[in-house]
T-cell receptor, first 113, second 109 residues
Framework: KAGVTQTPRYLIKTRGQQVTLSCSPISGHRSVSWYQQTPGQGLQFLFEYFSETQRNKGNFPGRFSGRQFSNSRSEMNVSTLELGDSALYLC????????????FGSGTRLTVV | GQQVMQIPQYQHVQEGEDFTTYCNSSTTLSNIQWYKQRPGGHPVFLIQLVKSGEVKKQKRLTFQFGEAKKNSSLHITATQTTDVGTYFCAGHTGNQFYFGTGTSLTVIP
């Protein structure tokens, strides 16, 4: 079966703009979570959605938001981009969320200039 | 701040040598997961440990969860060049899911 699909793969945005990233989970998976990966901070948890509801949230500012649709596809939005938002954004899905392991997508590489 | 630390941050080993990475949490974890990320790739789930003191093996990889459920280790016996990558532990505590800082393994042929 198809894996976790993230689009786009690469993105370049200007400071102050906003961006929307998309994640399509494995068919049948209802939990989708988002992570930010940077060389300095490592992998940091952004939020998790399950059945269209945000179930958990990490320690990121309100500029970072997300949502999940009825087909489990999820989007992540970052408003008023800052240079420090440049990172690899990873999406992961699982059947029901913790405690089972997650399947990660290949990520979206966001560069803010 | 970061609640799950891993040591060492980097490890270079000669092919055939053993390798161990240690994961330590400041709080008790309900479970621990291990992931491997190849250079340029994304994290791939390896295993999950749930019980206190649990030990699991996958071929040359041995995973252990501490008795207090605050630490874990991954041991690779006789490393191969295919073991190259960054190994992350990750654990749930409350509603939060924390990834460790990762250990980058380089295997010298």
């Amino acid at each position: 079966k198809a894996g976790v699909t993230q689009t786009p793969r690469y993105l370049i945005k200007t400071r102050g703009q906003q961006v929307t990233l998309s994640c399509s989970p494995i068919s049948g998976h209802r939990s989708v979570s988002w992570y930010q990966q940077t060389p300095g901070q490592g992998l940091q948890f952004l939020f998790e959605y399950f059945s269209e509801t945000q179930r958990n949230k990490g320690n990121f500012p309100g500029r970072f938001s997300g949502r999940q649709f009825s087909n489990s596809r999820s989007e992540m939005n970052v408003s008023t981009l800052e240079l420090g938002d440049s990172a690899l954004y990873l999406c992961a899905s699982s059947f029901q969320g913790p405690p089972v392991g997650y399947t990660f997508g290949s990520g979206t590489r966001l560069t803010v200039v | 701040g970061q609640q799950v630390m891993q040591i060492p941050q980097y490890q270079h080993v000669q092919e055939g040598e053993d390798f161990t990475t240690y994961c330590n949490s400041s709080t008790t974890l309900s479970n621990i997961q291990w992931y491997k990320q190849r250079p340029g790739g994304h994290p791939v789930f390896l295993i999950q440990l749930v019980k206190s003191g649990e030990v699991k093996k996958q071929k040359r990889l041995t995973f252990q969860f501490g008795e207090a459920k605050k630490n874990s280790s991954l041991h690779i016996t006789a490393t191969q060049t295919t073991d190259v990558g960054t190994y992350f532990c990750a654990g749930h505590t409350g509603n939060q899911f924390y990834f460790g800082t990762g250990t980058s393994l380089t295997v010298i042929p």
